[in-house]
Structure formats: structure tokens, C-alpha cells
């Protein structure tokens, strides 16, 4: 036996930074980087990530909640961390630790800069974000006389970024539409910059947009899914490497007869005598329940060995009749993006909510 001896998803550092450096390829050298580190960085280890992409002078990171920006600053990191769905009730979080708030909505907007007045704040950064065709957050187009009613009467807050982001930049059939939405931001940016002594840097591209529109790389592009492997796209994937690989070990081995079942609801059936492995991993490590019954697999010993029955809360079954493994050898349940990719057909997902879906109970790893 070698290998892992529980349950771990393993980070893999050197392939973040060859996606890091493959997704910088792309851009012009004046362009600036923005990790996105939300969830956990993908589900992966957000200090470990955010604190290697630091050393390769990353320019910004943004996390979703104010939370998840704490526990960077509290394992030291330093570089600006913007906070994409602050929550109101957070923002003196925010200003504690010097996270910058993404104001969406007029809401937002006046309740920070209400608090920034009372603490007697001054030039504290904040991000101004866009609806182009989302519809999930942002301000319009036509709110950008409101939004200067209550920032020119304020020297509390300076606008660091204004940004808007693409609804459909993997899919090319959408072309007119991603194009529509880049002409109304260029829009928003001559509106802004008119109202502007200074120059905030305009930022909308994701991972499809950098690769799909070079035209949207503006002054920064915030660079998610591709620092941990994917693209949404084949030709592009294929540039890039895996960074999280979820390992396990087979805890026992059952031989089934004829006629036995395998797990909750008796729902699988031998129809003849199989053997059987269990994996310590379940629906609540994020190994949903949608899988098993036949969707999803493992690998061991170089052999896909498919789930069979319903995933348990804290263990698998998989069906190894044809393998020669035992007790105690390694487990694969993903340590490539094809892998991960068949994951994800299996349950008609994607890459993103496979990787977030690795709960907090699976130890890290990271090398
Ligand atoms: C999550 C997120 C991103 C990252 O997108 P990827 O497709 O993972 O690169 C960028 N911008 C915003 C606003 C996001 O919420």
C-alpha cells in the first residue's frame, strides 16, 4: 500500500502558478491580475493560495463575504481584497480589516458611506458594480447622476474600481450579447470618467472573458476558475493544471452473493457475486447524493471502480469485482480535470460546484 491513509484533497501549488502564469500569457504586461479566492478558493485552501499568488505579486484578490476576507488578513496577507457581496451588517468588519467593499446599490452605498462619515473615514476604498445583463447585482447605467449626488458631497470613500461582469463569456453563441454588454460598460466608463478627477481602474472579465474578449480586459481581469484548472473550455483546459486532487483508501472490502444488496434502500442488487470497496467519503464531504447508483466513479490501482447504491452521509460504495486492490490501498476520486469534468456531466454540473462542494470535514493538504 502507498498513498493517502484518510480522506484529503490535496493542493497543488507549482499548478496554480503554471495556470497563474498561463492566464497572464494572455493579457498585456500593463494588464492587472485579481484572483478570485471566494469559497474556500474553490473549495481548495484560500491562505495557502492567496498566500503564493501574493509572491507572484497578484494585484488584488476578491472573496465574496466579508468572512472569508478576514481569514486572509489574518493569515497575513496584505494585497488589496475585494469583497464582491459584502452584507451590510459586516462592514464595520470590512473597515476593521481593511477589506474593500463592492457597493451595488444605492442601499449599500449610502449605508457605507453613512458609517465611513460616523468613524471619520477619509479616500476609503470602494468598488462600484455594474448591471449589464446579469441582473444579479449592480447599479445602472442611468444611476450613475445618483450615485455621484451622494459620492460628490463625500471625500469618506474614493472609488478604486467600477466593474460589471459577463453573463455568458464560455459561450460563444452568445457573442452578441457578451458585445452588447462590453459596449454599455465602455458607456459606463466614459460616464464615470467624465465625473472623475482620478482614474479607477474598470474591470470585467472572468476567466471565458480573458480568454474569449480580449477586448473586455480593460484595466484588470479577475482570474477565477482557471487558477484551479478549468477554462470551460477544452482546447483551454488543456493548458492548464489540476490543482485540488481528492485522495481516499478503501476502508473494507465486502464479497456480495447473488441477490444481496449494497447500501441504504437496498438499492443496488447483485445479480451475481461481486466484490464490493467503502470509501470514508459522503454526501457530506460533498459527495452528493445525486451521484451513485451508477454516477460517478473512482479509480484504484489505474481501474475506474463505479459507485454502486446510494452515496451514505460518511462513506461510498463502489464495485471493484474486476480489480485487484484490498483493504487499505489508495483511493482516486479525482486527480485530474477529466476526472473532475465526468464528475460533473454525472450530475449535470460543472467543474465550479464540484470543487466548492469539498466540505471543511476533508483535511488539506497542500504541496
Ligand atoms: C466568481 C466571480 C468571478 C470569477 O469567475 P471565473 O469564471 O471563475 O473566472 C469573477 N467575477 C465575479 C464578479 C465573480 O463573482
Redesign the pocket.
Known sequence: MTGTQQTVLEINLNALQHNFEYIKSKLNQNTKTLA?V?AFA?GTEPSSIAKHLEKLKVDYF?V?YAKEGVVLREAGIKTPILV?HPQIIDFKTVINYCLEPNLYSKRVLTAFIDLAQALGLNNYPIHL?FNTGLNRLGFVENDVDLIFKYLSKTSVVKIASV?S?LVA??DLSERDFSNNQIEIFKSIIKRITLKLNYRPLFHMA???G?LNYPEAHFDMV?????LYGFA?EAKFTKQLKNVASLKSIISQIHTIEKGETVGYNRAFKAEKKIRTATIPIGHADGIYRAFGNGKGYVTINGFKAPFIGNVCMDMLMVNVSDINCKEGDEVIIFDNQEMICDFADAINSIP?EILTAISQRVKRIVK
Open positions: 478570485v471566494k474553490y476578491a465574496a464582491l458594480k466593474f461582469h463569456s464560455e472572468n476567466t471565458s480573458i479577475r482570474i477565477g476558475i482557471s470551460n465550479y
